[in-house]
């Protein structure tokens, strides 16, 4: 069964903290693996991917991937109030270009 | 470059009623996704389709069907509808390649009274 799993949160950091985000999927066929961001009543926009092991930064966010352990992460540094809003995981892998999609993790940070 | 459109924007139907959502990929994208989304859920995978044929499906009643055309974009209809099927409906295009992302329209909000 192609699953992708996020803790649904709420999490709050204070504005100018690291905040980390965890997905985990569960299967090891995934290829490529997406994170969007989408705030209340809009529809989700994609920050970044990552296809392969280890950090992909994009200003003040980086992508981490273990395809052992089955777990990517995004990291947002320097929160913001702005980025508060719920962050998609997503999966894909890499044939037929179906995406799987996590239920979300909500993020609330405090100004 | 201009992105996913998606009309309308809202939709008020009663129960019984068939509904029919447009979306217009990104140019030179052949692949579009439909999502249905309600609060708690998360996002539903519909069903995609690639070259104006339907490559994959998800676990929805077969009252929900779409089509894709020759230029690429896509309708999704449903058909006696329910209050159940009031969500926000996205439609997401991509190259339909598996490494690249989707991008999403701003959706169809559909109300069933």
């Known amino acids: 069964q192609k699953e992708v799993e996020q803790n649904s949160g709420p999490l709050s950091v204070p504005e100018g903290a690291i905040a980390s985000l965890n997905c985990t999927y569960s299967?090891?066929?995934?290829?490529?693996f997406f994170w969007y961001r989408q705030y209340s009543g809009k529809s989700p926009e994609l920050i970044m991917f990552?296809?392969?092991?280890g950090d992909k930064e994009d200003g003040r966010f980086t992508a981490q991937l273990n395809k052992a352990s089955q777990y990517v992460s995004l990291l947002i540094r320097d929160s913001q109030p702005s980025d508060s809003a719920t962050y998609l995981c997503a999966v894909n892998l890499g044939t037929g270009n179906q995406f799987y999609f996590g239920t979300g993790t909500s993020l609330t940070v405090i100004p | 470059k201009a992105g996913v459109t998606q009309t309308p924007r809202y939709l008020i139907k009663t129960r019984g009623q068939q509904v029919t959502l447009s979306c217009s990929p990104i140019?030179?994208?052949?692949?579009v996704s439909w999502y249905q989304q309600t609060p708690g859920q998360g996002l539903q995978f519909l069903f995609e389709y690639f070259s104006e044929t339907q490559r994959n499906k998800g676990n929805f009643p077969g009252r929900f069907s779409g089509r894709q055309f020759s230029n690429s974009r896509s309708e999704m209809n449903v058909s006696t509808l329910e209050l159940g099927d009031s969500a926000l409906y996205l439609c997401?295009?991509?190259?339909?390649?598996?490494?690249?992302?989707?991008?999403f329209g701003d959706g169809t909000r559909l109300s069933i009274l």
């Open positions: 990552i296809y392969s092991n």
């Open positions: 997401a295009s991509s190259h339909g390649t598996g490494d690249q992302p989707q991008h």
């Open positions: 299967d090891r066929g995934s290829q490529s």
């Open positions: 140019s030179g994208h052949r692949s």
